[in-house]
């Protein structure tokens, strides 16, 4: 099964290096050409309208679960879901992973990709990772 993670990055894959997420504030970030570059990927590669709603994922990363909490406190304040934090198996390295439902253009998302990095830099987190993306949930049809 492909999840939305996997779709991102194979849509990412010839623009974006991975970088280790110790690393990634100092590496170099996501750029408005490379999420162009996914948008028309997946317009060509889905079925799914990228125009409209799509629920988003954004990760951030660090060794402390603490900040990492903050960081959740403050963007569940702002209207987005808490999916949870977690650790990264065999590392001592924890993963945010927040969510939410909205429309992006690669413009408007790499605005948001940039309120993130900012974010991680003033609450100390070691990066801000980027995001995933999948079709919005439908809502239940009634009979």
């Not at 903050?70 to 650790?87: H, K, M, N, P, W």
């Amino acid at each position: 099964m492909i999840t939305r993670r996997r779709t991102l990055a194979i849509f990412l894959a010839a623009a974006v290096t991975a970088v280790p997420p110790a690393m990634a504030q100092t590496a170099q970030r996501i750029q408005l050409a490379q999420l162009e570059e996914m948008f028309a990927n997946m317009r060509a590669r889905t079925k799914w309208n990228v125009d409209g709603p799509m629920l988003w994922g954004y990760f951030f990363f660090d060794p402390d679960e603490e900040k990492l909490q903050r960081v959740a406190t403050e963007l569940d304040a702002s209207g987005y879901c808490v999916v949870g934090i977690q650790q990264v198996s065999g590392r001592r390295l924890f993963r945010l992973h927040v969510e939410r439902i909205e429309a992006h253009t690669p413009a408007s998302l790499h605005a948001r990709n940039t309120e993130f990095y900012a974010l991680a830099e003033k609450q100390g987190v070691a990066s801000y990772d980027g995001m995933d993306v999948g079709p919005a949930p439908t809502a239940a049809k009634t009979p």
